[in-house]
């Protein structure tokens, strides 16, 4: 019979990006004394990889355990960017309530939209955290009032709409009821999530139902299934069946031979757990997200939302470039090969596919910032390889037609800039869709846009609104695809041979555009050093020397002055990059280049391409 796991409580944290989940969950970490009293924490402690602190972005979700009273509080941290939604989707099959954070100044955002809809669509509990509450231009009544819309227009059922709201600053560790009364510690959110999530359901002499919603990966023990106990008591040793609701067909036979709780941050081995509980699950090597451990004698499925599909892909080659294989660790096409079909180990929402050439292979994700982690994780690990620009993934619908994945663009800019956004993004075959004005001489935008039109655009909306731009998406399905677009307006400075660029050679071709390298870097002729100031590709000599000559000019020995390089990071440069391009990723350089180095062959291919 079911009944209700009082000493448990199971949460997520949902929200838009930077409104302060991370922070949050450590301050609850803190003050349930998970911390010994002099222990050194680090900022944002759940965020472990090095990316994920560099970006100050939560990428994969992560779980802990805190115990308030005599409770169990297990905490899932998700990620709050549309590129990351496969994990939010997944994460909150495990929990039963979640805390909704909503940054006190900037209000309801496209991201929270999408989080709380996932969430009120399984018809969860919230709980809504008002933070940054000590923001000196916080207008917390107003974003109680954008949630409830925001609610109202989720469709949210009567139990959904008295959710309570608990108003915090998880940077000074403070929570309270009201926004007009000073918190002194997090207790009005511990009492909140005790007293409004409810404890899980399960019944513990029925057979056993883990769905497994999370896959961990770990060089030593291979993978760790992570999931929540729906019935029945998992044990090691236990012989169980793996089920999957999306492909019924296939079952293993299973021995379970470790098993472990949270308990903070660290996993706690254990030898048998029970309905409402959170476990990890290791040493079944195939085991798969979305898929449900058993009891043999009953193998029942647990019904799972099919992972949104990929709408973006590149190509990963092996580096053949002149300087290949120089600062790199892996560069064959075998570690390239094993390095991708191992991140499919822990990330769902990848596709890895081979193509006709061993030396390539296709790899789809979310977005952009889907696979420019990937290519970051990869380089600092000391793999070398090259990448194609991000191309999109098309598909036909029954009567033929082509159709391209849409992005809903929503859009913060102070009103002096919405022109040029307006316009560029018109360009790019966006709707406008609506215009408001918002908070402090902002106004926002919202467009319908084609999500290759927005493939390298974040760097000139950064240029278009000197910085002051907010530009959040959200994926919207698909549409009728919406003819051409030009992305770059200006074309390449190619270098013409192979050497090291020299002060002389560069300041004779920084008159063409703008460069990208600076003296005394190693240089081979088709790769890109700078951008045209015309739309068409110019070659140009940057190792070329001064003929010396017995005669003195007056003014030859004036010094020659470089304007600095523009330095592009990875994003800026898989921006940049054209279809007849490619980006050489190595450990210690990223450089640009023609996927044809050959300037005679490149101008063959291109005059076979227009004819």
Same mark, same amino acid.
């Given at each position: 019979?079911?009944?209700?796991?009082?000493?448990?409580?199971?949460?997520?944290?949902?929200?838009?990006?930077?409104?302060?989940?991370?922070?949050?969950?450590?301050?609850?970490?803190?003050?349930?004394?998970?911390?010994?009293?002099?222990?050194?924490?680090?900022?944002?402690?759940?965020?472990?990889?090095?990316?994920?602190?560099?970006?100050?972005?939560?990428?994969?979700?992560?779980?802990?355990?805190?115990?308030?009273?005599?409770? !169990?509080?297990?905490?899932?941290?998700?990620?709050?960017?549309?590129?990351?939604?496969? /994990?939010?989707?997944?994460?909150? !099959?495990?929990?039963?309530?979640? =805390?909704?954070?909503?940054?006190?100044?900037?209000?309801?955002?496209?991201?929270?939209?999408?989080?709380?809809?996932?969430?009120?669509?399984?018809?969860?509990?919230?709980?809504?955290?008002?933070?940054?509450?000590?923001?000196?231009?916080?207008?917390?009544?107003?974003? =109680?009032?954008?949630?409830?819309?925001?609610?109202?227009?989720?469709?949210?059922?009567?139990?959904?709409?008295?959710?309570?709201?608990?108003?915090?600053?998880?940077?000074?560790?403070?929570?309270?009821?009201?926004?007009?009364?000073?918190?002194?510690?997090?207790?009005?959110?511990?009492?909140?999530?005790?007293?409004?999530?409810?404890?899980?359901?399960?019944?513990?002499?029925?057979?056993?139902?883990?769905?497994?919603?999370?896959?961990?990966?770990?060089?030593?023990?291979?993978?760790?299934?992570?999931? !929540?106990?729906?019935?029945?008591?998992?044990?090691?040793?236990?012989?169980?069946?793996?089920? &999957?609701?999306?492909?019924?067909?296939?079952?293993?036979?299973?021995?379970?031979?470790?098993?472990?709780?949270?308990?903070?941050?660290?996993?706690?081995?254990?030898?048998?757990?029970?309905?409402?509980?959170?476990?990890?699950?290791?040493?079944?090597?195939?085991?798969?997200?979305?898929?449900?451990?058993? $009891?043999?004698?009953?193998?029942?499925?647990?019904?799972?939302?099919?992972?949104?599909?990929?709408?973006?892909?590149?190509?990963?080659?092996?580096?053949?470039?002149?300087?290949?294989?120089?600062?790199?660790?892996?560069?064959?096409?075998?570690?390239?090969? $094993?390095?991708?079909?191992?991140?499919?180990?822990?990330?769902?929402?990848?596709?890895?596919?081979?193509?006709?050439?061993? /030396?390539?292979? !296709?790899?789809?994700?979310?977005?952009?910032?889907?696979?420019?982690?990937?290519?970051?994780?990869?380089?600092?690990?000391?793999?070398?390889?090259?990448?194609?620009?991000?191309?999109?993934?098309?598909?036909?619908?029954?009567?033929?037609?082509?159709?391209?994945?849409?992005?809903?663009?929503?859009?913060?800019?102070?009103?002096?800039?919405?022109?040029?956004?307006?316009?560029?993004?018109?360009?790019?075959?966006?709707?406008?869709?609506?215009?408001?004005?918002? &908070?402090?001489?902002?106004?926002?935008?919202?467009?319908? =846009?084609?999500?290759?039109?927005?493939?390298?655009?974040?760097?000139?909306?950064?240029?278009?609104?000197?910085?002051?731009?907010?530009? &959040?998406?959200?994926?919207?399905?698909?549409?009728?695809?919406?003819?051409?677009?030009?992305?770059?307006?200006?074309?390449?400075?190619?270098?013409?041979?192979?050497?090291?660029?020299?002060?002389?050679?560069?300041?004779?071709?920084?008159?063409?555009?703008?460069?990208?390298?600076?003296?005394? /870097?190693?240089?081979?002729?088709?790769?890109?050093?700078?951008?045209?100031?015309?739309?068409?590709?110019?070659?140009? &000599?940057?190792?070329?020397?001064?003929?010396?000559?017995?005669?003195?000019?007056?003014?030859? $020995?004036?010094?020659?002055?470089?304007?600095?390089?523009?330095?592009?990071?990875?994003?800026?440069?898989?921006?940049?990059?054209?279809?007849?391009?490619?980006?050489?990723?190595?450990?210690?350089?990223?450089?640009?280049?023609?996927?044809?180095?050959?300037?005679?062959?490149?101008?063959?291919?291109?005059?076979?391409?227009?004819?």
């Amino acid at each position: 019979m079911k009944t209700k796991r009082e000493d448990i409580r199971n949460i997520a944290i949902i929200a838009h990006v930077d409104h302060g989940k991370t922070t949050l969950v450590d301050e609850l970490l803190k003050q349930s004394g998970v911390f010994r009293t002099n222990q050194e924490v680090a900022e944002r402690v759940m965020d472990s990889n090095d990316i994920e602190r560099e970006r100050g972005i939560t990428i994969l979700s992560k779980n802990t355990a805190i115990f308030y009273k005599d409770k !169990k509080i297990n905490i899932i941290d998700t990620p709050g960017h549309a590129d990351f939604g496969g /994990e939010v989707e997944r994460v909150l !099959k495990m929990v039963d309530g979640v =805390i909704l954070v909503v940054d006190a100044f900037e209000g309801a955002m496209p991201q929270t939209k999408f989080v709380l809809k996932k969430a009120l669509e399984l018809e969860l509990s919230v709980v809504v955290c008002i933070n940054k509450i000590d923001r000196p231009e916080a207008r917390p009544n107003e974003v =109680i009032d954008e949630v409830l819309d925001l609610f109202i227009e989720l469709d949210a059922n009567e139990d959904q709409l008295d959710c309570p709201f608990i108003f915090a600053s998880a940077k000074d560790g403070t929570a309270s009821y009201s926004p007009e009364e000073a918190g002194t510690d997090m207790q009005p959110l511990f009492e909140t999530i005790i007293k409004y999530i409810p404890a899980p359901n399960g019944d513990n002499d029925a057979p056993l139902q883990t769905l497994i919603s999370t896959i961990d990966y770990n060089e030593y023990v291979g993978r760790i299934g992570v999931g !929540k106990i729906s019935n029945g008591t998992i044990r090691v040793n236990q012989d169980a069946i793996i089920v &999957n609701h999306h492909d019924p067909d296939t079952t293993s036979k299973v021995r379970i031979t470790k098993l472990y709780v949270y308990d903070g941050l660290n996993k706690v081995e254990v030898q048998e757990a029970g309905a409402g509980e959170i476990v990890a699950i290791s040493g079944i090597a195939d085991l798969h997200i979305g898929d449900t451990i058993c $009891d043999v004698e009953s193998p029942n499925p647990i019904p799972f939302q099919k992972i949104s599909e990929p709408t973006i892909a590149m190509h990963f080659i092996v580096n053949d470039s002149p300087l290949a294989g120089q600062e790199g660790k892996y560069i064959t096409s075998r570690h390239l090969r $094993d390095r991708l079909f191992r991140e499919l180990n822990t990330d769902v929402s990848l596709r890895v596919e081979e193509t006709e050439t061993t /030396e390539a292979f !296709k790899v789809s994700g979310r977005g952009e910032l889907h696979l420019s982690v990937l290519i970051e994780n990869m380089r600092r690990e000391g793999y070398e390889f090259a990448v194609s620009k991000a191309e999109v993934l098309y598909k036909e619908d029954k009567h033929g037609q082509k159709l391209e994945p849409m992005e809903l663009a929503v859009i913060d800019v102070p009103e002096e800039f919405s022109g040029s956004v307006i316009q560029e993004l018109s360009q790019r075959k966006g709707e406008l869709q609506g215009m408001a004005p918002g &908070n402090g001489g902002y106004t926002r935008l919202e467009f319908r =846009i084609p999500a290759r039109g927005l493939i390298g655009y974040r760097g000139q909306f950064l240029t278009d609104t000197k910085g002051n731009g907010i530009l &959040n998406t959200e994926f919207d399905g698909y549409g009728l695809y919406k003819g051409d677009i030009q992305y770059r307006k200006q074309g390449s400075l190619i270098a013409f041979e192979n050497g090291e660029s020299i002060t002389y050679g560069l300041f004779n071709a920084q008159e063409r555009g703008t460069l990208f390298i600076g003296p005394g /870097e190693r240089v081979y002729g088709g790769m890109i050093v700078g951008q045209c100031n015309r739309p068409e590709d110019i070659e140009v &000599n940057v190792c070329k020397k001064k003929h010396l000559t017995n005669t003195r000019s007056s003014g030859a $020995d004036e010094a020659l002055t470089l304007v600095p390089p523009k330095k592009l990071s990875l994003e800026q440069s898989l921006e940049f990059i054209d279809t007849d391009e490619l980006l050489e990723i190595t450990p210690k350089n990223i450089r640009i280049r023609k996927k044809i180095l050959d300037p005679t062959e490149r101008y063959r291919s291109a005059k076979k391409k227009a004819n």
